[in-house]
């Protein structure tokens, strides 16, 4: 099948979006034809803001578009406990259970050892900095309850503890899983090539 | 507990068959290759959701198809339920009475089975691997937590031993494995535990079984080796471990302790060399290591022993019989020692037998008997 071009680029742009493939894609840009011209601009002009206009906000690292987050901003939010996250998309979790009314710091992911991500890719260092404000007296710790989300708050509640400052960790059930793994199988067939067997 | 109907789709060389089943003794006859072992596989995987044959979920999905299902109307002491494992969409789903049971630990264990194939006879003397697996699915099927902590033990090991290979060593990378290795020396710790206590109960009900079929000429121990925690060995545990958490702590300091001092050396070995994954059960005669003093003769009844233990452990912790599974084993043993093996079939509430050999069956009496034929079960009346 032969496009025109302006419908070809579209169809190829909605497939970058995840969960959509050509079949969709394809739908979708149908339908756009169809638009009204001034809903059409308006969303173009949306999809091009939130890369321009949104960045994370200087304390906390959320999403924002501006300087400071109105969460930063808001004045009635407790300034003494920060809730440590790992997206942005928990802190919106969060804030709808309304439960909270801390600050919040996102760490932009976990310390991953088999993705290769340590402690300098994430917000650790700006969180540290934050600490040295005496008004903080308690931090929480809400990463996943994966094991990269568990180990991370371990390693963290280690590094904050010299401080003084209170580390506590939401508890969550057991998580999803659990198969029947015998202690051995994955680990040691990576490791132990050719070694005396145990 | 027994199983009423087991039935099978696209599963290895059965394409849809339903096999009625009754109480007491099943035997499976037919020549090699025919697809006896497959339908005790089908029973495993209902209990453990995990082949025993190893080779991954797909494996038992018959060769061409995407889909393959296990189900089993099974009858407990107070409970009737239909248990179902399903491969789709490249993994497995568990169901119990229809329901979707997302976490594969609340699974295991529904249904409670005993294991016996031709290499449990190696259980002395044999890897120190068939040794812990015993434990690994004795344990798991009764204590759920016991999955959990195996699972995350696993996780958390690949992902030392990736930090340990990183070329370089920095204060940093040195903190990272302090938060690893408290993870790791909780799981370690409540697997550990777990091992320990169990093997009390199997050395209890094991010691009584030897006796028998030594007629008390010799007496059977068994003691557990933890990798770098000598002192545990004749540690007492408490008489149930895992409820005592003063005892899981000391335990838990203990083997993060060990985890740090094997740093140095586990980041030259490359992988870490101490835990769970490296501890072993010892058997002891009459006080000696069983692998070196023992007979093949011996040896035997020490497996034969340890299978009757387990049913009885089974059954004193959950109240249930476990189904008896017993692969090509008869062929093994001789006259005395298949003797007992059928004691113990005839006092679980239901067994299934595998034979190639119609020989085997004159000790079976009021056995139900099926043929099976290239992927097709009959029973014969
Ligand atoms: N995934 C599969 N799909 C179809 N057939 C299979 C599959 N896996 C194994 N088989 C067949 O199953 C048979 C082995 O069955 P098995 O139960 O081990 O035999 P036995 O009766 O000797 O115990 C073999 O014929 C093999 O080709
Ligand atoms: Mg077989
Ligand atoms: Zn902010």
Same mark, same amino acid.
Request: avoid cysteine; hydrophobic fraction near 30%; aromatic fraction near 0%.
């Given at each position: 099948m032969h496009y025109p071009l302006p419908l070809a680029r579209l169809i190829e742009g909605f497939q970058?979006?995840?969960?959509?493939g050509p079949k969709t894609a394809t739908r979708l840009a149908f339908h756009t034809l169809k638009m009204k011209e001034d809903d059409l601009r308006d969303l173009a002009e949306a999809l091009l803001s939130v890369k321009r206009d949104l960045k994370t906000c200087s304390i906390c690292h959320h999403v924002t578009d501006e300087d400071l987050c109105p969460i930063c901003r808001d004045p009635a939010r407790d300034r003494s406990t920060i809730l440590v996250v790992e997206e942005s998309k928990d802190v919106m979790a969060m804030e709808k259970m309304k439960e909270y009314r801390g600050l919040y710091h996102v760490l932009g992911g976990v310390i991953s050892p088999l993705e290769g991500v340590g402690p300098e890719q994430l917000t650790i260092k700006p969180l540290l900095e934050r600490l040295k404000d005496e008004t903080i007296k308690e931090v929480i710790i809400a990463t996943n309850p994966s094991i990269d989300g568990e180990a991370t708050a371990v390693y963290l509640s280690r590094l904050i503890k010299p401080s003084g400052i209170r580390t506590t960790r939401i508890a969550y059930g057991v998580p999803v899983g659990g198969d029947l793994e015998y202690a051995d199988e994955v680990t040691l067939a990576k490791a132990v090539e050719g070694r005396r067997e145990y | 507990m027994h199983v009423q109907t087991l039935s099978l789709k696209h599963f290895r060389n059965y394409s849809e068959t339903c096999i009625p089943l009754f109480p007491g003794i099943n035997v499976f006859v037919g020549e090699n290759g025919s697809g006896k072992t497959n339908l005790l596989e089908a029973l495993v995987l209902l209990s453990l959701a995990k082949s025993p044959r190893g080779g991954g979920d797909k494996s038992w999905v018959a060769w061409g198809e995407h889909e393959a299902t296990v189900r089993g109307w099974v009858n407990g002491k107070s409970t009737l339920q239909t248990l179902t494992l399903t491969y789709i969409h490249g993994s497995k789903q568990a169901f119990a009475n229809e329901m979707r049971i997302e976490r594969l630990m609340d699974f295991v264990g529904l249904l409670k089975i005993v294991l016996f194939v031709p290499e449990d006879l190696q259980i002395v003397g044999g890897s120190p691997r068939f040794r812990r697996r015993l434990l690994d699915t004795l344990i798991g099927q009764l204590k759920p937590l016991y999955l959990y902590h195996l699972n995350r033990y696993n996780k958390l090991l690949v992902r030392r031993n990736q930090l340990l290979k990183q070329p370089q060593t920095s204060s940093e990378l040195e903190r990272l494995l302090d938060g690893w290795d408290d993870l790791l020396s909780e799981s370690a710790a409540y697997i550990i535990a777990a091992r320990k206590s169990f093997i009390m109960h199997l050395k209890t009900y094991g010691e009584k079984a030897y006796g028998t079929l030594s007629q008390n000429k010799e007496t059977l121990s068994l003691m557990y080796r933890a990798e770098g925690l000598? *002192?545990?060995? *004749?540690a007492s545990v408490p008489p149930d471990p895992l409820v005592e958490r003063a005892f899981l702590q000391q335990l838990k300091e203990q083997l993060r302790q060990v985890f740090y001092q094997r740093r140095e050396l586990d980041r030259q070995q490359g992988h870490t060399t101490v835990g769970p994954h490296r501890d072993d059960l010892l058997f002891f005669l009459n006080g000696r290591p069983a692998d070196v003093v023992a007979s093949q003769g011996q040896k035997r009844s020490i497996a034969l022993a340890i299978k009757l233990a387990e049913v009885e452990t089974i059954v004193q912790e959950s109240g249930e019989v476990p189904l008896v599974l017993l692969d090509d084993v008869f062929s093994e043993l001789d006259d005395e020692r298949s003797g007992m093996l059928v004691q113990l079939v005839k006092k679980s509430e239901q067994s299934f037998i595998t034979t190639a050999s119609f020989q085997y069956l004159g000790k079976l009496k009021d056995a139900s008997v099926y043929t099976v034929t290239r992927g097709r079960v009959r029973r014969v009346e």
């Open positions: 970058k979006l995840p969960g959509i | 000598p *002192e545990l060995q *004749e």
